[in-house]
Structure formats: structure tokens, C-alpha cells
């Protein structure tokens, strides 16, 4: 019973952790508080949020296999469905806020602009992601299948933080730093993958 509480605690300050920088985007909207230029603030914001929260997510694993806490991955599929909201709203912010609408120059900027290519190409492969994150959708394609298909998101992460390089351009610290990030959590996944080849090779010796 303690730990059913527990557990329930944990997902509501998960939920409030990923919730919270949206409601600052909320409460600093009504405050007149998003700088000079409020729409780029707030695109540029949801943006940040999505890639950390994807980072976060992507760091679940190991951090669960270090820590020797394997109850931590219960908390990254929520984790990675707030990281697809973000990017839901902030490509939503593009298109009706920025853009109004303005669908040719919209395919326009898909086509011409590589980081916009590269962002909508990311966001393209989320979907299937998102779409099957429940236990009915892993039951029905199968583990292996449903892992295969996840395995989608080590694809997903290094093309956001191209994304976020080509966008900024000049300071380009920031997206550096999320790419090292990334370049080291699956840097550990290759690793723990070759583990696991040589293991399997060994004993089919």
C-alpha cells in the first residue's frame, strides 16, 4: 500500500515536472513577460522543452541500470509523450501563430530551409511513436516488433538537435551541449548492444 502511494506520488510530480514549463509559458504570457518578440520566444521555448524532455527520456534507461533502480522506466513513457506534446505545440505554433495558416509559404520554408526539413522529419517519425506508446498497442505488435519500432527514437533525438543547431546559428552552444548529451547516452547503448552481441556470440560457443 506504501508503495502504491509512493509510486502515485512520483508520477504526479513527473506529470507537474513536464507540466511546469508550459504553465510558466501561461503565466508569463498574461504578465506581458515573453520578451520582445513573444511568438519566437514561445516556439523557441516548446522547442527546448520537447528536445530536453526527449533527452530525459532517453536517459531513463541507463540512469535505471546505474542507479540500480529498474522502477524509473515505469516514468519514461510519460516522459516521452509530454516531449511529443511540446513538439505537437510548438510545430502547432508555427503554423497557426507564426504562419497564420500560410500554407504555401509553410511547404515553402519544409522545402528551402534544412532545419525546418530536418524538424518536420523528426516530428513525422514521433507520431508512430506516440501512437503506439499504450499496452494494448505493445501487446499487439509484439515486444520485438514494438521495440524495433521505438528503436525509432535514436534516430529521433540527434536530428532535433541538428534541428536546434541550424536554427540558431550564432550561439551555438546550447545545442552542442544537448548533442554531447545525446552523443553520450547512446554512446552507452552502443556499448551495452556490443555487451550484450559478445555475450550471445559466447555462448552459442
Known amino acids: 500500500m506504501q508503495q502504491t502511494w509512493r509510486d502515485r506520488l512520483i508520477y504526479a510530480a513527473v506529470w507537474l515536472a513536464c507540466l511546469a514549463p508550459l504553465l510558466s509559458f501561461v503565466w508569463r504570457g498574461f504578465n506581458d513577460d515573453l520578451t520582445a518578440n513573444p511568438i519566437e520566444a514561445v516556439l523557441r521555448g516548446l522547442g527546448d522543452w520537447a528536445l530536453r524532455l526527449l533527452l530525459i527520456g532517453l536517459a531513463i534507461t541507463p540512469a ?3 542507479l540500480k533502480q529498474p522502477r ?3 516514468y519514461r513513457r510519460t516522459i516521452g509523450l509530454w516531449a511529443f506534446a511540446y513538439v505537437v505545440l510548438h510545430l ?11 500554407w504555401t509559404t509553410i511547404v515553402k520554408d519544409i522545402i528551402k530551409r534544412p532545419y525546418i526539413t530536418i524538424g518536420m ?3 513525422v517519425l514521433l507520431i508512430p511513436l506516440a ?3 499504450t499496452n494494448a498497442m505493445l501487446r ?5 516488433a514494438w521495440r524495433r519500432l521505438h528503436q525509432l527514437i535514436y534516430v529521433i533525438v540527434p536530428l532535433g538537435v541538428i534541428h536546434y543547431y541550424l536554427l540558431v546559428k550564432a550561439d551555438v552552444r546550447e545545442p552542442l551541449l544537448y548533442g554531447a548529451i545525446a552523443a553520450v547516452l547512446l554512446g552507452w547503448r552502443l556499448s551495452e548492444a556490443l555487451k550484450r552481441r559478445r555475450t550471445a556470440a559466447a555462448r552459442a560457443k
Open 121 to 123: 522529419t523528426a516530428f
Open 64 to 66: 535505471a541500470r546505474l
Open 140 to 144: 499487439r505488435m509484439g515486444p520485438t
Open 92 to 102: 502547432t505554433t508555427y503554423i497557426a501563430i507564426d504562419q497564420f495558416f500560410d
Open 131 to 133: 501512437a503506439t506508446s
Open 72 to 74: 524509473l522506466i515505469r
